[in-house]
């Protein structure tokens, strides 16, 4: 199973330390971890994002999962993937993170960067790590998006087009 969870520290400054501690006391079920948070010359956020791939016994997973749900400060989501149209695409007014599970196909590599390339503006961050989905070789790419939010809608419709690609999203309210 793929599980994918999303954190919002409301407070990076304040509660960091308390997410560092549950996530190092966790490590051996975490295979990657990706964090961001706004930066510019005039601003540096409070406010901090955290994408955690769990890989492990179910139950240390939900270990971990439930630790970091009952800190304040701290939102958490878990990225569920579907296949298809049927789960919609819909419109986030906060931070959204789009995953994608690609089959390892010749076929689909191209097709999806194609795509990818495309909608490149709206695309700040992307992680490509290798996964097994329902026992067989997969790409597991983890998408930050920013900027068009109608793009980001057109994105994920694109990606929910092709065959045999299973997509999941998180939105952390703005």
């Not at 930066?39 to 970091?68: N, P, Q, T």
């Not at 490509?128 to 067989?136: L, R, T």
């Amino acid at each position: 199973m793929v599980r994918i969870i999303g954190i919002k520290i409301t407070d990076r400054i304040k509660e960091a330390g308390l997410v560092q501690k549950a996530l190092s006391d966790h490590a051996g079920v975490i295979s990657t971890r990706l964090g961001f948070h706004e930066l510019s010359e005039e601003r540096c956020s409070r406010e901090g994002y955290m994408v955690i791939h769990l890989a492990g016994l179910a139950d240390d997973c939900e270990e971990l999962a439930a630790k970091l749900q009952k800190m304040e400060g701290i939102s958490v989501d878990e990225m569920a993937f579907s296949h298809g149209p049927s789960d919609a695409p819909v419109e986030c007014d906060g931070i959204t993170l789009l995953g994608a599970l690609v089959p390892r196909r010749d076929d689909l590599g191209i097709q999806v960067q194609k795509l990818l390339t495309t909608f490149g503006c709206v695309i700040r961050t992307r992680l490509g790590v290798n996964e097994v989905y329902f026992g067989e070789p997969a790409g597991l790419i983890l998408l930050e998006l920013a900027g068009d939010r109608t793009q980001f809608v057109s994105l994920e419709k694109a990606l929910r087009e092709i065959e045999d690609i299973a997509i999941g999203r998180i939105c952390f309210p703005a």
